[in-house]
């Protein structure tokens, strides 16, 4: 029945050009040293904006940039239950960015993502703790966090709106360079 | 003019997010958190007045009670530190000289006769405290 002894006509299509291997290993620290930069000012945070830099120009690949991003945490930090919430909270953020690639031109619907990726931050990560405790200690932790929810929001909205341009010029410049 | 439009539009789904958010918190939010005992007291004073007050407390003992109702507003009382703990002279102003006329302030625990000075009194939930202003007549 199998008869594998033919080679594969179809020329086998990568997923992964050796430069996009590069890119992505180079994203994925960029992430971690914004982050570790700028930890020490509580709920301000680069991490969101870069993600969603990166996918307007990786798309779907730079889920693995994040996931680096979130094993280097892991390796630094050991692992807790923010963990379980890293693993799915960031590549939320890849997938939405993913869905309003094509309004690329205006830099406002990307500033607008990571305000509200901040603001609803605590009640994405508050699901784990449905599962640990039920609906009301999921409604008590995010209910809690909602002040520094707020200023997450305002601060990426802050930073994105100063750095979302810049940041796409930049790469824009690099992919040209590319070609 | 467009652009214009979008950073408004952009301004105000977020700041409309962040209403919503506060609107949660408020709402939902620990409150102060509320002594966990209640109980009631009375005041008779040297007319036979009665002035009752009821409040959450997690006062251990009597005297803290009355440092709370102090704090509240419209209760005070004197008294002094003696061998045997919190002796009360006044109470709402009212002062009983035992010297001069046998006038004393008691502690009525449920309605019995405290074993305790305020200071050792214990408080439980659903303790009834009074103070009655009473004249020792020999």
Redesign the interface.
């Known amino acids: 029945m199998y008869s594998n002894t033919e080679p594969d006509n179809k020329e086998h299509k990568k997923i992964f050009s050796v430069l996009d291997i590069a890119t992505i290993g180079v994203m994925a620290a960029l992430l971690e040293v914004v982050k570790v930069a700028l930890q020490a000012v509580p709920n301000v945070e680069l991490v969101t904006l870069l993600i969603i830099v990166f996918t307007l120009y990786l798309g779907p690949k730079s889920l693995i940039a994040v996931w680096g991003f979130v094993g280097m945490e892991c390796a630094v930090y050991g692992l807790g239950l923010w963990t379980i919430m890293y693993v799915y909270v960031w590549p939320i953020l890849v997938l939405i960015t993913c869905l309003l690639r094509k309004h690329r031109s ?1 830099q ?1 619907p990307f ?2 993502l990571a ?2 990726f901040g ?2 931050f605590g009640a994405m990560c508050s699901i784990p703790y449905f599962f640990m405790g039920g609906y009301a200690t999921a ?2 932790w995010w ?2 966090g ?2 520094f ?2 200023l997450h ?2 601060t990426n ?1 802050i930073g994105a709106a100063v750095l979302f341009t810049p940041l796409t010029k930049a790469l824009d410049r690099i992919s040209r360079m590319q070609q | 003019m467009k ?1 214009t439009k ?2 408004i ?2 301004v105000v ?2 700041l409309a ?2 209403a919503i ?2 609107g ?2 408020f709402a ?3 409150k102060a958190q509320q002594g966990s005992k209640s109980v009631t007291v009375e005041v008779v004073d040297d007319q036979g007045t009665t002035k009752s007050y009821e409040l959450k407390t997690d006062a251990e003992f009597l005297s803290q009670v009355m440092d709370e109702l102090t704090k509240a507003g419209d209760f005070s009382y004197e008294g002094t530190n003696g061998d045997y703990g919190l002796y009360i002279t006044a109470i709402n102003g009212v002062t009983a000289d035992y010297d001069a006329d046998g006038a004393y302030w008691s502690i009525l625990v449920n309605d019995e006769y405290g074993m305790f000075g305020a200071d050792s009194q214990p408080v439980a939930d659903g303790d009834d405290f009074k103070f009655v202003y009473e004249v020792y007549v020999q």
């Open positions: 205006s406002w500033v607008v305000s509200m603001l609803f409604l008590a209910v809690a909602i002040p929810d707020i929001g305002v909205f | 652009n979008t950073i539009i952009s789904a977020v997010v962040i958010l506060a949660v918190y939902l939010a620990p």
